[in-house]
């Protein structure tokens, strides 16, 4: 059974740093891009950043010079360290992991809370 699995989010003040991490289980992990996404109450889930199987990143203008995504193919996990942390950044962060061959299986994870406040 495949599962993402998030850890890490929480309260954090302004300009604070956090690392959130995600857990795969139940598939081979290197045939998958990862990404993460956030979700802000009211708003529409969006990219925040992705990096390749070969770990190539690209990230969300808002994020770039303070998110950075990496990948353990050993561990079958991937991180966002978030750094200079702001109150819009507050929303709920999703990890995702979509197959870079056919059948090209998609998977989300729970969600975690990130809150930036003073």
């Known amino acids: 059974q495949m599962q993402l699995v998030e850890s890490g989010g929480g309260l954090v003040q302004p300009g604070g740093s956090l690392r959130l991490s995600c857990l795969a289980s139940g598939i081979s992990f290197s045939r998958y891009v990862v990404s993460w996404f956030r979700q802000a109450p009211g708003k529409q889930r969006d990219l925040v950043a992705t990096i390749s199987r070969g770990g190539t990143t690209d990230y969300a203008n808002s994020v770039k010079g303070r998110f950075t995504i990496s990948r353990d193919n050993t561990k079958n996990s991937f991180d966002l360290q978030m750094n200079s942390l702001q109150p819009e950044d507050t929303a709920v962060y999703y990890c995702?992991?979509?197959?870079?061959?056919?059948?090209?299986?998609?998977?989300w994870g729970q969600g975690t809370q990130v809150t930036v406040a003073s």
């Open positions: 995702y992991a979509r197959e870079d061959f056919v059948p090209r299986r998609i998977y």
